[in-house]
């Protein structure tokens, strides 16, 4: 049996070359298409056993729907709603109150225009800030601020600029303070139930103000000078001339 190397007629040093070469381009072949796909498979699955994850938790997340809107409706009841004009006055109370209760002198208070938290998250409340003076001690304004962030409360401050006074004892400066008050919740349309043409009554017409119907016009009936019947017929009238009366011709007196 012969074999490749022997059709082609090669020399044993030939025979070597051509197996080497032949080596290498597998080795080169195998490392630039075979190798760097080894793991390709199991990313597939990975990536797969992911998608079906994220499916399954999308799903679930759709069944909760209804509970979620259940939640929103119970939390939009428990809050309690502040009208817009009595923000403002709302919010300056609770800070008078709380700087007189932690000894912080508040010569001015400034309502400022209000504006939407941002976000469809926040989509239920609304901000209410005020620009306010202070003058208080270092321990005292730290109580300050301490007591508006509290639970009952929820003031945060937004800006602050502080500095000492002229005696040079005292913290003086100005600060942002604000709270979010709930929105006015959307009233609630009953659906309108739908009108259908069957329930509609028929129209009514006045029959009594139409106008009779006018009755069938009857073709005239042909009146001739016939003769009168008798027992003799009477004589046929030459052609082209008809039984037409004649006229009384005015008599001659001579």
């Not at 600029?161 to 709930?182: E, H, Y």
């Not at 103000?209 to 027992?231: D, E």
Request: charged residues 20%; proline residues 10%.
């Amino acid at each position: 049996m012969t074999s490749v190397f022997d059709k082609l007629n090669l020399r044993p040093q030939e025979r070597r070359l051509v197996v080497i070469v032949g080596v290498v381009v597998f080795i080169v072949l195998n490392f630039v298409f075979v190798f760097p796909n080894f793991g390709a498979y199991g990313k597939l699955q990975q990536r797969t056993s992911d998608a079906r994850k994220k499916l399954d938790l999308y799903n679930s997340e759709i069944k909760k729907q209804s509970a979620y809107r259940k939640d929103i409706e119970t939390l939009q009841g428990q809050g309690m709603y502040v009208s817009d004009e009595t923000k403002a006055l709302t919010l300056a109370a609770d800070i008078n109150s709380q700087a007189m209760l932690c000894g912080v002198s508040v010569p001015s208070i400034t309502p400022m225009a209000r504006s939407g938290t941002g976000g469809k998250t926040n989509a239920f409340f609304e901000e209410q800030s005020v620009a306010l003076n202070f003058n208080s001690g270092e321990k005292e304004l730290v109580d300050f601020l301490y007591r508006l962030a509290d639970k009952a409360l929820l003031i945060r401050a937004r800006t602050m600029q502080i500095s000492p006074d002229v005696t040079r004892m005292r913290l003086q400066g100005q600060m942002t303070l604000v709270k979010s008050f709930q929105r006015k919740p959307p009233a609630k349309v009953a659906p309108s139930a739908p009108t259908s043409s069957a329930s509609k009554p028929p129209p009514v017409t006045n029959a009594a103000a139409a106008p009779p119907p006018k009755p069938a016009a009857t073709p005239a009936a042909k009146v001739t000078n016939a003769p009168p019947r008798t027992g003799v017929p009477a004589p046929a009238s030459p052609p082209g001339l008809t039984n037409r009366p004649l006229r009384n011709a005015p008599t001659q007196i001579k």
